[in-house]
């Protein structure tokens, strides 16, 4: 983050990342805002060593006002029991911040941001960052990699190693959970998520 939201706080993390966040209620740095109901914003200690960064909020979160509710939401509890990381102790978030949809009569279908979208919220990714300073960041799906790196990932070239981060510290790629609960056949399904653990389990060592 810059310094502006420290300085005026005196310094107290907690104070200006409630600063940032009320910030981001009222962001219009890219058209999504006009049609999603809130800004999701990212949840967790600011002192967590590891940070989780998903795509976008879902129908589910956009409601809620918070992070990975829905049905990816509990995927991804569920894979973190797994791999002995507690939620509660790690800060999650996306790499866009506002539901982007398509109406299809009474249902909103996720759509997936452009270039120009993950550009814009990366300032907030940005504040995020700077604040929660965490030892390993997890870019979850193409779009989290994208806003993490800087610069479009390919997952399947990136998953399975530690990479350096520009803004400092390590991070890590895999899929994102939403990818799992698309997958119709159980046993590769139960293979895939089996995966997805193991990624989360070598983040979690690469936290010292």
């Known amino acids: 983050m810059t310094d502006t ?11 200006a990342w409630k600063a940032v966040r009320d910030d981001a209620a009222a962001c219009t740095r890219c058209p999504l805002y006009k049609d999603a109901t809130q800004t999701v914003f990212g949840e967790g200690p600011i002192d967590s060593t590891m940070m989780l960064v998903g795509e976008q909020p879902g129908d589910q979160e956009d409601l809620a006002g918070k992070p990975f509710v829905g049905p990816a939401g509990h995927m991804l509890d569920r894979a973190l029991d797994e791999a002995g990381i507690d939620r509660d102790r790690t800060y999650v978030t996306n790499a866009v911040k506002h539901f982007k949809f398509e109406q299809r009569g009474k249902r909103r279908l996720h759509s997936k941001p452009n270039a120009g979208e993950i550009k814009a919220c990366r300032w907030w990714y940005e504040q995020e960052i700077a604040l929660v300073a965490p030892q390993v960041i997890v870019a979850m799906g193409a779009t989290a990699a994208r806003s993490v790196f800087g610069r479009p990932v390919t997952i399947g070239r990136a998953r ?8 400092g510290g390590i991070g890590w790629v895999t899929v994102h959970p939403s990818y799992l609960l698309r997958i119709p056949d159980r046993a590769r399904a139960a293979e895939e998520f089996a995966r997805f653990v193991a990624d989360l389990k070598a983040a979690r060592r690469s936290t010292g």
């Open 160 to 167: 399975g190693e530690a990479h350096e981060l520009p803004e």
């Open 5 to 15: 939201a420290r300085s005026r706080i005196g310094g107290n993390a907690r104070a």
